[in-house]
């Protein structure tokens, strides 16, 4: 063999060497594409709240007054001898448990524009009241006496003239929803900032019943009955900001709202007294606080503005889940509160049954207060 076919013979062996077998790299497994990160868009919490809410202000609704009290004075606010058994203060402002449900859905991986809706609401809140002589052998109900413009009182029980009980009751309800978009502003000092717009509701409602019987010896039986129903509806353009902070297990997000819209409050009013004489029971429409002169339905719009406050420490346990502990505070204006419709200025003679003559009073007020909500919540989120 010359030399000319040994250096081609040489170069045939090089090449089959630096070249791959094209039939062996077709046996080879292929490697699969990186595999896409899973993306659940939506996602929930569920809180336990234990909240306190401002409670509702009444006035003075029950009295005694000290045996051997003068029965021109027995009850009447501003004697010596006049004590309050029931009223002059706030009632149902107590802790109460409740719950709150959240729901979101995103529209990307990043997690940086979503919506959101929530509803929570807590238990009824009730305050009771009962006594009667056998307690209290004096009872009155004090009111101003519109004919003279002095403190008065109107007998339930007194030694030797009459016995008889008085009673109340109060029941508070609050609830509220929203619905909110969410979209990200940017990130600074480690946290995500995101903005908030979006719609909310708020109910308020109370509803007090205030009664006494009076047995008077020599005559009958009386039992005059009111009724005070009192409800708020707000309605509200919501607005926001949000931060999330993470730090490997652990979370922090706070949040900051605003909502301003309409109050929608609503106001009933009703009375009954039922007398028995000579073994014949009537009734008739009109109670002591609650008369011709006050009782109805009646409608009022106020504006009104309800600012919130939230701050959420998180835990992450498991893959999509998460503990959340955090505090809550709400304040919301002008809301309609059952003791803001009563008129303790009463004309005796539109008292069933009404003689007629003097001021249509009591009158139908409906005076507002501002409501404060705050308290803590303990709940569990998943894929967030």
């Known amino acids: 063999m010359n030399r000319r076919a040994l250096r081609a013979a040489a170069v045939g062996l090089a090449l089959t060497a630096i070249v791959p077998d094209v039939t062996s790299a077709a046996d080879l497994p292929m490697k699969a594409p990186p595999k896409p990160a899973d993306f659940n868009p939506f996602w929930a919490e569920a809180d336990y709240l234990a909240w306190s809410v401002t409670g509702d202000k009444l006035p003075a609704l029950v009295t005694t007054s000290a045996v051997g009290t003068p029965l021109g004075v027995v009850g009447v606010l501003g004697q010596p001898t006049t004590t309050v058994l029931f009223g002059n203060s706030s009632v149902n402002n107590d802790w109460r448990s409740g719950g709150r449900i959240t729901a979101g859905y995103w529209f990307d991986p990043q997690r940086s524009r979503g ?68 979209w990200d502003l940017g990130a600074w000092s480690g946290q995500r900032v995101s903005a908030l717009v979006g719609y909310r509701y708020l109910r308020s409602t109370d509803t007090l019943t205030i009664s006494n019987t009076a047995t008077i010896l020599a005559f009958g039986t009386f039992s005059p009955t009111d009724n005070f129903k009192a409800s708020s509806n707000f309605h509200g353009l919501d607005l926001g900001l949000t931060g999330d902070w993470r730090n490997g297990p652990w979370s922090l997000e706070w949040r900051g709202k605003v909502a301003l819209g309409a109050n929608l409050n609503g106001a009933d009013i009703s009375g009954s007294t039922a007398s028995t004489v000579a073994g014949v029971t009537t009734t008739a429409p009109g109670g002591f606080l609650a008369l011709s002169s006050n009782i109805g339905h009646y409608d009022q719009t106020r504006f009104a503005v309800v600012p919130e406050l939230s701050l959420k420490a998180g835990y992450q346990v498991a893959p999509g889940w998460r503990l959340i502990a955090g505090y809550d505070v709400m304040y919301w204006t002008g809301v309609q509160r059952a003791g803001g419709l009563i008129d303790t200025t009463v004309n005796p003679n539109l008292a069933p049954l009404p003689a007629g003559g003097g001021p249509n009073r009591p009158g139908p007020v409906l005076n507002t207060t501002n409501l404060l909500a705050q308290g803590f919540s303990f709940g569990v989120r998943y894929n967030y």
């Open 115 to 182: 919506i959101e809706a929530s509803f929570f609401g807590l238990e009824n809140l009730s305050t009771g009241f009962a006594t009667d002589t056998n307690a209290n052998p004096i009872l009155a109900r004090p009111f101003t006496n519109a004919l003279t413009g002095f403190p008065d009182a109107l007998i339930a029980g007194f030694p030797g003239l009459a016995t008889g009980s008085a009673s109340a009751s109060e029941t508070s309800r609050l609830l509220g929803a929203g619905a909110l978009y969410r």
